[in-house]
């Protein structure tokens, strides 16, 4: 049987990416548990610990306002408070914040546990049928400053790829690939992951693009990339 929280700890806890029938028992337990439960959108969070019947205190705790409320955070945990830490979908840390308050607690020998569960990329990557022995997460692109810097570098990497998206901007993403890894690269994307119009489309750069010009783009997304032979 799974213990509860002990005093002065940081749980990172994941939540579900669509479907909340993926949230764990022992996830669950730890939230119930806690003292406080960092929120990267309490509104979010809400429907969720609504969903399982739990009432626990929310904070927001977002790439917006980490910075400020760091040492806050960190002296109600060294006075003893257990606390636990949401993001809107996932593993708290995978493009969403977490290291800052880690690092922190590390600094301040503040024990930390993440649970295991829900990661975009895994399913995304294993479903590819591209190689998975080795691969990198590279996570959003820059907007603008270094994103052709970093492609450049990436059209040289050797192992799989894996990259996160949006639906605005998955089309102008693919032309960056083709323009950078050529159009005849093999990918996949996955979008959707564990929701009921969950969908992996697997083949060439281009014909990926061809595809969703057609067909038009919805849900969070998920690219996987060959690496260069």
Same mark, same amino acid.
């Given at each position: 049987m799974a213990t509860g929280p002990s005093i002065m700890k940081l749980y990172i806890v994941p939540s579900p990416i669509g479907n909340l029938a993926d949230m764990s028992f022992r996830a669950i337990e730890v939230l119930k548990a806690s003292d406080l439960i960092l929120a990267e959108d309490t509104r979010t969070s809400s429907v969720l610990l609504n969903h399982f019947g739990?009432?626990?205190?929310?904070?927001?705790?977002?790439?917006?306002?980490?910075?400020?409320?760091l040492h806050h955070?960190?002296?109600q945990l060294k006075a003893g408070k257990i606390m636990a830490m949401l993001t809107d979908a996932g593993t708290p840390g995978i493009s969403d914040p977490a290291f800052l308050l880690v690092r922190e607690c590390i600094r301040n020998g503040i024990e930390i546990e993440c649970?295991? &569960? $829900?990661?975009?990329?895994?399913?995304?990557?294993v479903n590819s049928g591209l190689p998975i022995h080795r691969f990198c997460f590279e996570g959003f692109l820059p907007l603008k400053k270094g994103r052709q810097t970093l492609l450049r570098k990436l059209a040289e990497e050797e192992r799989t790829m894996v990259f996160y998206e949006s639906?605005?901007?998955?089309?102008?993403?693919?032309?960056?690939?083709?323009?950078?890894? &050529? $159009?005849?690269?093999?990918?996949?994307?996955?979008?959707?992951?564990?929701?009921?119009?969950?969908e992996t489309r697997r083949g060439s750069i281009q014909e990926i693009l061809d595809y969703y010009k057609e067909k038009g783009v919805k849900g969070e997304i998920v690219i996987v990339v060959q690496g260069k032979d």
């Open positions: 739990i009432v626990k205190p929310l904070t927001p705790y977002h790439q917006h306002n980490e910075h400020k409320v955070l960190v002296d649970l295991p &569960g $829900a990661t975009a990329f895994v399913p995304a990557l639906p605005m901007r998955l089309l102008k993403t693919l032309e960056n690939f083709i323009e950078y890894f &050529g $159009a005849d690269r093999n990918c996949s994307v996955s979008r959707e992951i564990t929701k009921k119009f969950e």
